[in-house]
């Protein structure tokens, strides 16, 4: 019997786990956002979506580059989730977002910390002299900050 061959996309982005995961934290995102108070529709909801948007979007940019320059769309791609943490924690303290909700989109962005963390370290390893990502690259200063 022959097996059906999966479709794929024309697009790589599309074919990326990572970028379906990114879809549906945005869609999750949406339907919380909504509820926000008007007075926080434009302050903090807007730029929350807006951020959110930006880690499906830096997948698709880089997906189209070479090597490296897709490694430092995946690095931004992770400050962009850094940024989701962020105003989660806003929201949370501003009681515009529940513990749960909070919960949810934290443990969502770090999901996606490790996949990308994962892609990118792949990716290295298929470039030649490649510098290995540190697991804690978080924690390291910009080399003109000692």
């Not at 806003?90 to 009681?95: N, S, V």
């Amino acid at each position: 019997m022959i097996k059906p061959e999966t479709p794929v996309s024309f697009f790589r982005f599309e074919d990326l786990r990572i970028y379906a995961k990114a879809l549906d934290y945005i869609t999750w995102l949406h339907n919380v956002v909504c509820k926000f108070p008007n007075h926080e529709q434009q302050t903090l909801a807007h730029p929350f979506i807006k951020v959110a948007h930006s880690i499906a979007l830096y997948l698709a940019e880089g997906s189209a580059r070479n090597k490296p320059q897709f490694i430092y769309y995946l690095k931004m791609a992770k400050s962009s989730v850094r940024e989701c943490v962020v105003f989660s924690e806003i929201a949370t303290r501003l009681g515009v977002m529940n513990e749960e909700e909070k919960e949810y989109s934290v443990n969502q962005m770090m999901e996606l910390t490790k996949m990308i963390g994962s892609l990118v370290t792949s990716l290295q390893r298929a470039i030649p002299n490649a510098k290995e990502d540190d697991e804690y690259d978080d924690m390291q200063l910009p080399p003109d900050i000692d």
